[in-house]
């Protein structure tokens, strides 16, 4: 079982939905990343959280520590937003590189 | 500021071959962390450098290894390429001052190895 487990592996939603995006781990961490990667690569860090709610325009995330759960909520969805979205988390005690990734959920938002 | 850039962007090698990728960090950044993402899978993490020392190792074999510069710029180094080489190679540089800092990733280098 991986440390990171994300869900869904696909997302299909059409333009103005809701979407959710989930996150679960079973290490302990001293931070969480959402991250977004284009098809070509590159990877773009949303958020980094280590508790609570983040919110950076029609992105939200949260995280449970208790639980070991964090979602990433994206609001009003848009076909710009297309892309896989990974959670990575910084277990206790590792260095700050070392991040354990998730698969990625591969969101496609048709207009 | 100049984010984080990555050379080559595509390369193709054989079996057994030695290949270097370059890593430029963001301004301001003195740490760097390579990772390894093959296709349909989530990066994993080969190794961090901080002042031109490692600190911090994936479960990599030896055959890769590292440098960092003193303008904190990076290669990874890859000796007898094998086929399961195959994958993106990421870098992402941070500012080491505490255990929250973001790290800002580069573009990527694919390499395929035949």
Not at chain 1, 28 to 42: D, E, K, M, T, V
């Amino acid at each position: 079982k991986n440390e990171v487990e994300q869900s869904p592996q696909n997302l299909t939603a059409q333009e103005g939905e809701f979407i959710t995006i989930n996150c679960s781990y079973s290490v302990g961490i001293s931070a969480l990343h959402w991250l977004q990667q284009h098809p070509g690569g590159g990877i773009v860090s949303l958020f980094m959280l280590s508790s609570g709610k983040k919110k950076h325009g029609r992105l939200i995330a949260t995280i449970n520590i208790q639980e070991k759960h964090s979602s990433l909520h994206i609001t009003a969805s848009h076909p710009r937003d297309s892309a896989v979205y990974i959670c990575a988390v910084r277990s206790y005690g590792g260095s700050q590189g070392n991040l354990i990734f998730g698969k990625g959920t591969k969101l496609s938002v048709k207009p | 500021e100049t984010g984080v850039t990555q050379s080559p962007t595509h390369l193709i090698k054989t079996r057994g071959q030695q290949v270097t990728l370059r890593c430029s960090s963001q301004s301001g950044h003195n740490t760097v962390s390579w990772y390894q993402q093959a296709l349909g899978q989530g990066p994993q993490f080969i190794f961090q450098y901080y002042r031109e020392e490692e600190n911090g190792r994936g479960n990599f074999p030896p055959r890769f290894s590292g440098l960092q510069f003193p303008n904190y710029s990076s290669e990874l180094n890859v000796n007898a390429l094998e086929l399961d080489d195959s994958a993106l190679y990421l870098c992402a540089s941070s500012f080491l001052a505490g255990a929250y800092n973001e790290q800002f990733f580069g573009p990527g280098t694919r390499l395929t190895v035949l």
